[in-house]
């Protein structure tokens, strides 16, 4: 007999019993379902109307007292309050002898409609005291509420609520005792069916304990052994002993699975250096994965499958990564089209790439990767999928950074100290002895204009460079910006080629005049070089509520550094006659107002937005 058909057979017999079982426990707890779902119900139900009524009856004589003391308070003092209290209070009292005349049965209907044309009585005349008493006739209103027909309704009145209170009374017990006998013969039947209940439930357990020491004897013989002889066998195969054997002779379930596990002992001893080299594989694609980000694109450019690290990096989820294309990361501030151009052509060609590529997350922040891309063929030689695999250098890079920058500075801290004694005093010296040989006639008009022109030049490149490294406070006052670009212009050297435009109407502005100049001299002195063929420059001034909006717009060739916004970082320039400080010092007295500052190319636009502040000289 195979192993499916004894249990069948045990399942069956155990089963048999749960259903009898089952069966009588059913009948005998219906037996007791109807006094619990019908009987006792509906005696809690009566309770409650009852009591619900009972409620209602305390109410209506609360109401008719409010009603009575405000009614003559009302009389008595003439205070609006108790007129306003009285005529809120009707309709409550209205609401709740409704409701009792609604849900009583017939003899509290009875109770409730007296007790309601007694109220009408009574608020009639108690209206009509109330309008004596606001036409400032308060004896009329004591009278009518001291009167004997007034007195009857309300003997009326309470006569009706002591009925039905008399009556509720007597109901209440009568269901009292109803319910009570009600329950007792629940509790009686309840017993009965709990002792009989009990009897059949230690017979079944009597019958269970039974068939349990029956298959314990059986199942042992029949199942246990088989399989703890296969389990030993795994074991041993665990360890590495595949020379044991496990058939059966038997021709039942188990018999057949020690010969079939016997067959697959022998195909274990052919797969077992694959299984090596696979754990091998699985180790080394576990290791990468946690050391390095790894991505994996297909012929086309779209993400097959990244990595947590991957996700990690780059701040997006699987599911926003998985379909889309690689360039979802691209920075286009830091590599030129070209670079990705490069790229493509390397990797589809079949080769591995390898370099440095800046990303960008998805919060818009930049992260470096030495990357390798590493193309994977078919036995075609045709590309299936890319490879990406990732080291993130971002610190390294960072790092890089900042040494330069501090490089630079040092430069700068170096170059400032000799500045001013070695280069500012000899220049206004050679300055001062020329315009005193223009005023003798002694140098042709030309040439002095071109050795000033160089002298201002220079001095414009030192004040760059002392500006930047100048950390004073801030000066607030309130002056006219237009004016002041006027002034600056006119202090300024213009080309004849060069047309300068100003858009604006009178604008007042609050900050510190003296760094407000610097910015404009050194934006419009830019402008005016940039202009080396001439051109037009267009300062645009603007103002909102709240900020100051500066555009110095140039018609010149553009900014040729990458990133643009790079040209605000100090000694970076693409003039050789600059400094590269001037545009850092621009930016820094920007950001000493509050403000920010942006630049953008065709045409070559600053931007300049300094928040208004208080004026608190008005």
Same mark, same amino acid.
């Given at each position: 007999m195979k192993i499916a058909t004894k249990l069948i057979l045990t399942y069956f017999l155990i089963s048999a019993l749960v259903i009898v079982l089952g069966i009588i426990s059913l009948y005998q707890f219906s037996q007791l379902s109807e006094p619990i779902s019908n009987e006792i119900p509906l005696q809690i139900s009566e309770l409650n109307t009852k009591s619900d009524l009972d409620a209602h009856a305390q109410l209506i004589r609360y109401y008719d007292e409010v009603l009575t003391q405000s009614a003559r308070n009302y009389a008595f003092t003439l205070d609006t309050k108790w007129n306003q209290r009285y005529f809120d209070?009707?309709?409550?009292?209205?609401?709740?002898?409704?409701?009792?005349?609604?849900? $009583?049965?017939?003899?509290? /209907?009875?109770?409730?409609? *007296?007790?309601?044309? #007694?109220?009408?009585? +009574?608020?009639?005349? %108690?209206? /009509? #005291?109330?309008?004596?008493?606001?036409? $400032?006739?308060?004896?009329?209103?004591?009278?009518?509420?001291?009167?004997?027909? &007034?007195?009857?309704?309300?003997?009326? &009145?309470?006569?009706?609520?002591?009925?039905?209170?008399?009556?509720? $009374?007597l109901d209440y017990d009568e269901a009292l005792i109803s319910s009570s006998l009600t329950l007792e013969q629940v509790t009686n039947d309840t017993e009965d069916i709990l002792n009989f209940g009990t009897s059949i439930v230690l017979v079944f357990v009597i019958c269970a304990i039974t068939v349990s020491v029956f298959l314990g004897f059986l199942i042992p013989k029949l199942i246990t052994k088989p399989i703890k002889k296969l389990q030993n066998a795994t074991e041993q195969i665990i360890q590495g002993n595949f020379d044991i054997k496990t058939a059966r002779n038997s021709q039942d379930d188990l018999g057949q699975l020690s010969r079939n596990f016997q067959n697959m002992i022998e195909t274990l001893k052919d797969t077992t250096n694959v299984k090596e080299q696979l754990t091998i594989q699985q180790n080394l694609r576990k290791a990468l994965e %946690?050391?390095?980000?790894?991505?994996?694109?297909?012929?086309?450019? /779209?993400?097959? &499958?990244? *990595?947590? /690290?991957?996700?990690?990096?780059?701040? &997006?989820?699987?599911?926003? !990564?998985? $379909?889309?294309?690689?360039?979802? !990361?691209r920075s286009r501030k830091i590599h030129p089209p070209g670079f990705y151009k490069d790229l493509w052509t390397t990797i589809s060609s079949g080769k591995i790439w390898h370099g440095e590529i800046c990303n960008t997350a998805k919060d818009g922040t930049l992260f470096w990767n030495d990357?390798?891309?590493?193309?994977?063929?078919d036995k075609n030689g045709q590309i299936l999928e890319y490879v990406s695999i990732r080291n993130n250098i971002t610190e390294q890079k960072n790092l890089t950074d900042r040494l330069v920058r501090a490089e630079r500075f040092s430069a700068i801290g170096e170059l400032s100290a000799r500045i001013s004694h070695d280069i500012r005093n000899p220049l206004a010296i050679i300055k001062s002895e020329f315009e005193l040989l223009k005023l003798q006639k002694q140098i042709d008009e030309n040439d002095f204009r071109r050795i000033d022109t160089s002298i201002n030049r220079i001095t414009h490149q030192l004040d760059d460079v002392l500006e930047y490294l100048r950390d004073t406070p801030l000066v607030y006052s309130k002056f006219n910006l237009t004016e002041l670009v006027?002034?600056?212009?006119?202090?300024?050297?213009?080309?004849? *080629?060069?047309?300068?435009?100003?858009?604006?109407? %009178?604008?007042?502005?609050?900050?510190?005049?003296?760094?407000?100049?610097?910015?404009?001299?050194? +934006?419009?002195? *830019?402008?005016?070089?940039?202009? %080396?063929d001439g051109g037009d420059i267009d300062i645009i001034l603007s103002k909102t509520n709240s900020e100051i909006v500066i555009q110095i717009r140039d018609s010149g060739i553009g900014i040729t550094i990458k990133p643009i916004e790079a040209i605000f970082d100090p000694l970076t320039t693409s003039k050789q006659k600059g400094t590269g400080l001037g545009l850092a010092s621009v930016k820094n007295l920007v950001e000493q107002h509050g403000g920010m500052i942006s630049v953008k190319n065709n045409p070559t636009t600053f931007t300049i937005k300094i928040p208004q502040k208080e004026d608190k000289s008005e």
């Open positions: 209070t009707v309709p409550l009292l209205d609401d709740v002898i409704n409701y009792s005349i609604e849900y $009583g049965d017939e003899k509290e /209907k009875q109770f409730f409609q *007296n007790v309601h044309l #007694a109220n009408t009585a +009574l608020i009639e005349m %108690e209206t /009509k #005291a109330i309008l004596f008493a606001d036409e $400032g006739n308060p004896e009329q209103a004591i009278a009518i509420l001291e009167s004997n027909e &007034y007195w009857t309704q309300k003997t009326i &009145y309470e006569q009706g609520l002591r009925d039905y209170v008399y009556s509720r $009374g %946690e050391s390095s980000i790894v991505s994996i694109i297909d012929k086309n450019g /779209k993400i097959t &499958y990244v *990595n947590d /690290k991957f996700c990690q990096v780059s701040k &997006y989820t699987k599911n926003e !990564l998985i $379909g889309k294309r690689q360039d979802i !990361l990357t390798t891309v590493i193309p994977f063929l006027t002034e600056v212009i006119d202090t300024l050297q213009i080309p004849s *080629n060069v047309k300068i435009t100003i858009k604006d109407d %009178e604008i007042f502005m609050i900050g510190d005049k003296d760094k407000i100049n610097i910015i404009l001299v050194n +934006l419009i002195f *830019n402008s005016i070089q940039a202009l %080396e």
